[in-house]
């Protein structure tokens, strides 16, 4: 969903003139392994520098008022070296005054991935910072940068609390967002500040959100543009500078600036109250805040932001001693925009080692800041974050998935009913797990050799397929199902062959069902009465079946006709190329099919849209031509 909303702001800076110039639950530890370098990081390779103010601004009249910012630094590689694996944590922050402390509200870690940087390339990492009310302190801020090897580089930075007075009257400003309303998707806030009176010198800074109900943690701001300026040194095209010496300007001179956050969390409410501050007079420094949008503008990203799914599958269910095995990690977006997350989380069954990637993988060793050393066991990690063409790893573009694909070897003494489970990541926000179950046997005790299981679930039944390669004394099938993968009861029971050294064939269908995802399990029992569970398959039904949208191109009016599995309620918009909803409507629908048509429509120019579909959590999206 895009949301397009604009509120009147003043944030103005009023100035005397001057004769002169002067950054769930967890449910995994931490990456236990990383990848491995051949030489370590050479600290002569790299600058640390500020790209934000060198103050932190206090009121010092009302210091309580302000007592929160951003903090850029930019790590740049001087060398004619690629370095992989770069990693920028904040080590400490030092006070001059005993007991005024500064505290990094996000990233909760102090840690940015940089990633990969190539020759003369660099990186901007952003800290957003709790400071004391006090003009008194100032901070130092002790910088390490790190990769798979060792610490190579540090730097300390001191960022000083500096007293400023307010000059919230005047200068209309506006603030609009550009809100996808998808976990791991983008949200755009561009702000035009109005800098009132700018002389050669001055200094200018730039904040996005002071406010006391603003959560870092749920958006994590990636980079700014300033996309137009009428002020002398402060550049357009400029990016991810939050500080600028100006030049001479003229009154009403403006700053307009794009911030551009990516969504980590979902269901939750935000509140961007923007700030600038600049020189006045000689020796004043003056900020204005947006006074008439109160503690700030809110931005909401609704509880069902997360479309994100994962499931984790392996190539065998019962596994001979020793033997390699490959697991698949699909992570799936079915929402309408595409999106990156940060990390894909897994345990290794217990007694398996960690081989490599594959070749099909999709996550590799040179998209992933982080990986699996080989030979890893228990909980491993592949951690993204290496920008590539715009995008950030890893980027799962709207409709499409993700795979990690690995080896592994087996135990070398047999172990039954092993499960693990994975995860995927956006920030610290776990959208999804999946579990997966393994057999480790002794080729010479393998009572039933199950080759594959899988299913469907549509029109409110399941179709469940399995093949097995061997059986030896096996007795019968019981089918268990299970609503969140758990907690599992018998609904149905197939006969074994019983012995068999060639490949059968096994169906089952579980019908009548009223929910829309499920999941299954098969317990094989030998005659003996001895038994094993299979892996678990996990079994979606998509609610909305088809969507056809009639005529394309358009002129005057929409014609949908939609099928769905469940009656609900159907949010309709029409989205221009800008992310503007130019139309919204409801309608009720019925299970089955629907015609609905859409003649109400405002004057739309002729372009580009995209009609999109919501019901029952589900979202399709439709490009269309208005002629």
């Not at 370098?37 to 390779?45: G, K, T, W």
């Amino acid at each position: 969903m895009t949301q397009s909303t604009t509120s009147n702001m003043f944030v103005s800076l009023f100035k005397q003139p001057r004769p002169f110039l002067t950054s769930s639950i967890l449910f995994f530890l931490s990456l236990l392994f990383i990848s491995s370098r051949v030489s370590a990081l050479d600290p002569n390779h790299f600058t640390i520098t500020r790209v934000s103010a060198p103050y932190f601004v206090v009121d010092g009249n009302s210091p309580t008022i302000l007592t929160k910012a951003y903090v850029g630094f930019e790590v740049k590689n001087t060398s004619a070296t690629t370095y992989s694996n770069l990693l920028l944590t904040v080590t400490s922050i030092g006070t001059s005054v005993v007991g005024q402390n500064y505290t990094i509200l996000s990233p909760t870690s102090n840690k940015v991935v940089v990633g990969t940087l190539a020759p003369n390339e660099s990186k901007v990492c952003f800290f957003f910072i709790q400071y004391p009310a006090s003009v008194t302190p100032q901070a130092t801020f002790n910088l390490s940068l790190s990769d798979a090897t060792a610490t190579g580089k540090t730097a300390a930075i001191v960022i000083r609390n500096r007293s400023s007075i307010s000059a919230n009257a005047g200068g209309l400003a506006t603030q609009s967002f550009l809100n996808q309303d998808a976990l791991g998707g983008i949200i755009v806030d561009t702000i035009t500040y109005a800098v009132g009176n700018s002389q050669n010198g001055d200094e200018l800074d730039f904040q996005v959100a002071v406010a006391t109900q603003f959560d870092p943690t749920k958006m994590q701001l990636i980079d700014t543009r300033v996309v137009a300026s009428t002020v002398p040194g402060v550049p357009v095209g400029a990016t991810d500078s939050l500080y600028f010496i100006s030049g001479n300007g003229s009154n009403g001179a403006t700053v307009r600036i794009a911030w551009r956050f990516r969504i980590t969390s979902y269901n939750f409410t935000n509140y961007i109250l923007p700030y600038a501050g600049a020189t006045s007079g000689s020796t004043n420094y003056k900020y204005a805040l947006s006074t008439d949008i109160g503690s700030g503008t809110p931005v909401t990203i609704s509880s069902t932001a997360n479309p994100l799914t994962i499931t984790k599958a392996s190539n065998k269910v019962y596994y001979l001693t020793c033997e390699t095995a490959t697991f698949t990690l699909t992570v799936s977006n079915p929402g309408a925009y595409g999106i990156s997350i940060d990390s894909i989380k897994d345990q290794l069954p217990t007694g398996f080692s960690y081989v490599a990637l594959t070749g099909g993988s999709a996550v590799t060793t040179t998209n992933s800041s982080s990986y699996p050393a080989a030979g890893a066991t228990g909980n491993i990690a592949f951690v993204g974050g290496v920008s590539s063409g715009g995008n950030t790893s890893y980027f799962i573009p709207a409709g499409g998935s993700v795979q990690v694909i690995y080896t592994a070897t087996a135990p070398c003494t047999p172990a039954t009913a092993l499960s693990t489970s994975a995860g995927g990541y956006v920030g610290s926000t776990l959208f999804d797990n999946d579990v997966n179950t393994v057999n480790v046997v002794d080729p010479a005790s393998l009572p039933i050799q199950l080759l594959s299981f899988s299913g469907t679930l549509a029109n409110r039944q399941t179709q469940l397929q399995w093949r097995t390669v061997t059986e030896v004394n096996a007795a019968y099938y019981i089918v268990e199902r299970s609503i969140d993968g758990r907690s599992f009861a018998t609904v149905g029971q197939v006969r074994a062959a019983g012995n068999s050294s060639i490949e059968k064939r096994y169906n089952f269908i579980d019908p009548s069902l009223t929910g829309t995802v499920y999941f299954y399990r098969l317990k094989m029992v030998d005659k003996d009465a001895s038994f094993a569970y299979s892996s678990i398959v996990k079994l979606q039904q998509n609610p909305v079946q088809k969507i056809i949208v009639t005529p394309n191109p358009f002129t005057s009016m929409i014609q949908i006709n939609a099928t769905v599995e469940e009656s609900s309620v159907a949010d309709i918009r029409l989205i221009d190329q800008y992310g503007r909803v130019v139309y919204q409507t409801v309608h009720p629908v019925v299970q089955g099919t629907n015609s609905i048509q859409l003649t109400k429509l405002p004057a739309l120019p002729a372009a580009h849209y995209l009609l999109q579909w919501n019901s029952n959590g589900i979202t399709h999206t439709e490009k269309v031509v208005k002629q």
